[in-house]
């Protein structure tokens, strides 16, 4: 039942980078056609991730009142609605609306998914099904640019949105039809409050859950700023193709692939903790390294996108390495209100993100250097917590 289980999941994961990766390749000629700004379209990512995080909070008690199921049909029904909306506006504010809407719809999947996890799996086997689920997400970066370049090319922009609405439909069938309710009948409350307070307290006030859903976070915000800033830095600032870009993109998606498939088994021999402190090292190497390269003269243009392209390879292999056991460990201890556990984690991580990248891109920094300040002044700070004894309570190996 549980490989049963994992399997609808896989199918249900990939919607959320889907909804940002299929169309990247294209954001050049999706600005010319709607007549917007460079920062318009970054919005449009960052728009879907602070609706992803902000709906977390409708979301996750909906989905420990009324099930598991319900919330994910509806997710993936306004998935299908927004996609096929987003395929047919002409104005770059309609963009951004239903955007707004595939984001809280890509919210509800995610809740439930990590709720379902929880629900089914001990704690010490859902740290390794959320790197496998992490490692369906990473094939996603790798195959959906180029896939998404190759239907523009034929179709248009426009294509890659259909795409999501007709696939989001086939999900909705599989899990109508297959998908159990996985809800305790212990756990739904339906005499308490929806929205009630005392529901998210116990976890808001535990520094052990905040610890870990700032570190989901860092790795969010350093993601985000390499996928909003890549499109317009390769393609608009260098001059690569849109296919080239896919290539570029696909090369360090990779190296992401093969890292998340070989966490779960890092995961057992060197524990959760020690994966979180490598995976933050790996992103201040990233950090590191763009610096470094954005201060050597380079006159080859792909010379260019690959020295850009090779700290965010380590970054890549920081967020696989990270996303797991630092998930995992943020929901440890939440069983019976796991729906609203993995909402709040999903609000800081989203949120969070979505607000240092809203803010980095009010400024004049060039992408690699915008990327390399988000890292640092998020990695330091909980690679030091996690270094010095007297923070030992906030990120021990297992909750106190």
């Not at 970054?42 to 709906?55: C, K």
């Not at 529901?199 to 915000?221: D, E, G, H, K, N």
């Amino acid at each position: 039942m549980q490989r049963y289980i994992l399997a609808l999941l896989m199918t249900m994961v990939v919607l959320s980078p889907m909804a940002i990766d299929i169309y990247l390749a294209s954001v050049v000629q999706m600005a010319a056609e709607l007549q917007a700004s460079n920062s318009q379209i970054q919005s449009t990512i960052s728009l879907f991730f602070l609706a992803m995080g902000l709906g977390q909070v409708v979301v996750g008690p909906l989905a420990d009142r009324y099930g598991r199921k319900p919330v994910a049909i509806f997710g993936l029904a306004l998935y299908l609605f927004s996609s096929f909306a987003a395929s047919m506006v002409g104005d770059i504010w309609l963009m951004q609306l239903v955007r707004l809407l595939q984001g809280f719809a890509a919210c509800a999947i995610s809740v439930i998914i990590f709720s379902i996890v929880r629900d089914t799996y001990s704690y010490e086997r859902s740290s390794k099904v959320y790197s496998y689920l992490n490692g369906v997400l990473s094939v996603i970066p790798a195959l959906a640019p180029i896939f998404g370049s190759a239907l523009a090319e034929s179709f248009g922009w426009r294509s890659t949105f259909v795409f999501m609405g007709s696939y989001a439909l086939l999900v909705l069938c599989l899990v109508a039809r297959f998908l159990p309710e996985t809800l305790k009948a212990s756990a739904n409350t339906s005499t308490a409050r929806l929205y009630n307070w005392q529901q998210s307290r116990p976890v808001l006030s535990s520094r052990y859950f905040i610890f870990y859903a700032l570190c989901c976070m860092t790795a969010l915000a350093g993601i985000l700023s390499y996928v909003s800033y890549a499109p317009i830095w390769l393609m608009q600032h260098l001059g690569v193709s849109a296919t080239t870009f896919s290539l570029l993109f696909g090369l360090n998606a990779f190296a992401s692939i093969v890292c998340s498939f070989v966490a779960p088994l890092l995961i057992t021999r060197f524990g959760n903790r020690k994966m979180v402190v490598a995976a933050l090292c790996l992103m201040l190497l990233a950090a590191v390294l763009l610096i470094v390269f954005q201060l050597i003269a380079i006159d080859d243009t792909l010379l260019q996108a690959l020295v850009f392209m090779l700290p965010v390879m380590f970054l890549s292999m920081g967020l696989s390495l990270i996303l797991g056991p630092a998930t995992s460990m943020a929901l440890a201890g939440f069983a019976e209100r796991a729906g609203t556990a993995s909402a709040l984690l999903g609000f800081i991580q989203m949120v969070g993100a979505s607000v240092v990248i809203v803010s980095i891109q009010q400024s004049d920094l060039v992408a690699p250097v915008a990327g390399a300040v988000v890292l640092l002044s998020l990695a330091i700070p909980l690679l030091l917590m996690m270094l010095l004894p007297r923070f030992s309570d906030w990120n021990a190996e297992v909750p106190g």
